[in-house]
């Protein structure tokens, strides 16, 4: 069980396959959670179909990789927008993404620290969202990244004594299929936000991946409990 190995969730598409495949050329064993098969061949071999938002049937998939791999990087990635105003956001849905968006988090971290802490070392980084800044339409999904970027400095506290750091990625507008659901690409609101990014393009998930390699490097020790927004620029200012 020496060889080094990665966890993300959520990594069959968009921003969790780029990282799974950073993280592979970055020389780690990528295991991706999914209830999707991956896109990419090199990430199917290792990937573990499950629905991160049921509780039991997470922490066995887990185990089985615990038992199995010596796991010190895991990538909270997985998540659902729904995005709504608030007179029109659904309570029913409230549940739903905080059970996939959040709840996943805690277990799937639970489920790996005891083999981190016994080798002396991990890194944790969260996917949230320049949504924590505040965004019109996002009531739940601004409500599930918040609650990732406070666990994430809770747990940095933590777990900075255990050789284990803690960060988050927070991705601005990234082209996505979940973007593009969200702002069809001919749209006035597409056309919008992409004049608004400073750096006069849209971000690419392989741009949040270069990101969370950054922090999941053991060079980045000293970095824990802080948010790198990926953003363009877009939140400056």
Known sequence: ??????????????????????????GYRTIVLDIEEPESESLKADARRVDLGEVEATREVLDKIARHHNVDCLVNNVGVVRPALLDETRVEDFDPLMHLNVRSA???????LPGMRERGQGRIVMNASRVVLGKEARTL???TKGALQSMARTWSLELAADGITVNCVAPGPIATSAFWENNPPNSERARRII??????????????AQAVSFFCDSRSGFITGQTLFVCGGVTVG
Do not use: F, H, K, W
């Open 1 to 26: 069980m020496s060889e080094p190995c990665a966890v993300v969730t959520g990594g069959a598409r968009n921003i969790g396959q780029a990282i799974a495949l950073r993280l592979q050329r970055d």
């Open 106 to 112: 805690l277990v799937c971290t639970q489920a790996l």
């Open 141 to 143: 999904y601004s409500a």
């Open 195 to 208: 004049e608004n990014i400073p750096v006069q393009r849209m971000g690419q998930p392989e741009d949040v």
